[in-house]
Nanobody
Framework: QVDVVESGGGLVQAGGSLRLSCAASGRTFTRYAMGWFRQAPGKEREFVSAISRSGGSTDYADSVKGRFTISRDNANKMVSLQMNSLKPEDTAVYYC????????????????????WGQGTQVTVSS
């Protein structure tokens, strides 16, 4: 089992940057692929980005590609999401999630694949 806690959300103007962090607990962090999802008011939760156990494979939603960067630090059990050139449509609660993954290089883009979720952190981008 792994527990994840997000931090780093806040209010930022359009064009600005934020860095979200996800701290994981548990001895088996490297057994999990990690992902970020977000949910805006009145909308379904959507995929943002994911990273494999090794960190060597990453994926992004088209809406954030080129603006967001996911990374992980297995030694410190951390996953980060660097968000640049933020837009008002990026406003949402952002969730970190962990997916048990036997393969070192596989990741997941479907929320149904993920086993553990954090409580979320609010990101608000003003125009």
């Amino acid at each position: 089992q792994v527990d994840v806690v997000e931090s780093g959300g806040g209010l930022v103007q359009a064009g600005g940057s934020l860095r979200l962090s996800c701290a994981a607990s548990g001895r088996t962090f490297t057994r999990y692929a990690m992902g970020w999802f977000r949910q805006a008011p009145g909308k379904e939760r959507e995929f943002v980005s994911a990273i494999s156990r090794s960190g060597g494979s990453t994926d992004y939603a088209d809406s954030v590609k080129g603006r967001f960067t996911i990374s992980r630090d297995n030694a410190n059990k951390m996953v980060s999401l660097q968000m640049n050139s933020l837009k008002p449509e990026d406003t949402a609660v952002y969730y970190c999630a962990a997916k048990w993954e036997p393969s070192w290089g596989t990741l997941g883009t479907n929320s149904n694949e993920y086993d553990y979720w954090g409580q979320g952190t609010q990101v608000t981008v003003s125009s």
